[in-house]
């Protein structure tokens, strides 16, 4: 009876060890890395891409402008989601972060996102389509058309 206990004994203690040596490796596993600013940005544009039927326009620039705001305070640490239009392109002007290309593209997009948002024109969904491609060239660098 004693051979058995002990048998009995070893193996809880063995399994013991193998358990808490696979949970320790489980939490020990390095974290993938998070996404960077223009990996979320453009995640989150896709996401709206998808969803451009369902939105209307207004809520929808509202969407974009909030994405492109929150990309270039994370990118560029400009405070762009504290600031009016007015604001932010004065202090894109001044800034190097920005090329050229790139503040004609943002002064164009926040433009028609304004004139949406504020002026309460009437968009479709063609314009908001073009709102949300204007936001994603401008998050992966690219020129204004």
């Known amino acids: ?16 060890a193998i358990i ?10 390095p974290q993938p890395p998070p996404p960077t600013p223009r990996e979320w ?9 998808s969803r451009i039927e369902q939105i209307e ?7 974009v402008s909030n994405v492109l705001r929150l990309f270039i305070s994370r990118e560029f640490r400009v405070r762009a989601t504290q600031q009016t239009s007015p604001e932010f392109l004065a202090s894109a002007a001044a800034t190097p972060r920005f090329t050229e290309a790139d503040k004609a593209l943002l002064a164009a997009f926040l433009e028609k996102a304004d004139l949406i948002k504020f002026a309460r ?17 401008f998050v992966e660098g690219g020129v204004p058309a």
């Open 41 to 49: 940005a453009l995640a989150e544009l896709a996401g709206l891409r």
């Open 121 to 137: 024109v009437q968009a479709s969904a063609q314009e908001s389509e073009h709102l949300l491609e204007q936001a994603r060239r």
């Open 1 to 16: 009876m004693w051979m058995v206990v002990s048998v009995a004994v070893g193996a809880a203690i063995v399994l013991t």
């Open 57 to 63: 326009p207004y809520p929808f620039s509202i969407e």
């Open 20 to 29: 808490w040596a696979v949970v320790r490796h489980i939490k020990n596993r």
